[in-house]
């Protein structure tokens, strides 16, 4: 079945810094989606990518959708303590179902 | 705002016996999904139900685990014989459309322990 992994596993970060987690599926995906989750929560929808090599910004973070639809990344200007919590792709399968990748946790150090 | 409710939020038994979760979600919507976290590691689909019936279930998913609406608003999971490695959390989630796209969302969860 469909792959999807996801780099880095932690990453611990000083406050202000910048963060980027990758995200690549073993195979085409319609669209690919972001979620946030807080130490001890729930996962969060961040945001939905669906064209091909599309750029989409919330405030600081910023999400990628690769022209070839198997990779993504999202990126974080200026890291903040309220950033932290673990960020998981998840792109969909058999259109009825979500796989997510391993997530990244982003710790930050103020 | 549209909450997805589960109950209960933390939940103990022992290996063996029968647990029931529950979630209310969004009035009016057809597609719900479980998944469910070992802690530490990724969400892993479980199953969905699609108009009240299962319309895709994974490996995890097997004769141990069931999914019902018994009242055609709360939507239950049952593991018949807990086991050691069924502790994780179990998400309820709902299929939403938003401004963003196309979301599952989730519950706050139910942490299963199995002892």
């Known amino acids: 079945g469909q792959q999807v992994m996801q780099i880095p596993q932690y990453q611990h970060v000083q406050e202000g810094e910048d963060f980027t987690t990758y995200c690549n599926s073993s195979t085409t995906l319609s669209n690919i989606q972001w979620y946030k989750q807080r130490p001890g929560g729930h996962p969060v929808f961040l945001i939905q990518?669906?064209?091909?090599?599309e750029v989409k910004k919330q405030k600081r973070l910023t999400f990628q959708f690769g022209e070839a639809k198997k990779n993504s990344s999202l990126h974080i200007t200026a890291t903040q303590t309220t950033d932290v919590g673990t960020y998981f792709c998840a792109g969909p399968e058999g259109g009825n179902k979500l796989v997510f990748g391993a997530g990244t946790i982003l710790r930050v150090k103020s | 705002e549209p909450e997805v409710t589960q109950t209960p939020s933390h939940q103990v038994t022992q290996m063996g016996q029968e647990v029931i979760l529950r979630c209310v979600p969004i009035s009016n919507h057809l597609y719900f999904y479980w998944y469910r976290q070992i802690l530490g590691q990724k969400v892993e689909f479980l199953v969905s139900?699609?108009?009240?019936?299962?319309?895709?279930k994974s490996e995890i998913f097997d004769d141990q685990f069931s999914v019902e609406r018994p009242d055609g608003s709360n939507f239950t999971l049952k593991i018949r014989s807990t086991k050691l490695e069924d502790s994780a959390m179990y998400f309820c989630?709902?299929?939403?459309?938003?401004?963003?796209?196309?979301?599952?969302?989730f519950g706050q969860g139910t942490r299963l322990t199995v002892v």
């Open positions: 989630a709902d299929r939403v459309e938003s401004f963003s796209g196309t979301e599952a969302f």
């Open positions: 139900f699609y108009n009240n019936e299962i319309s895709e």
């Open positions: 990518l669906v064209k091909s090599g």
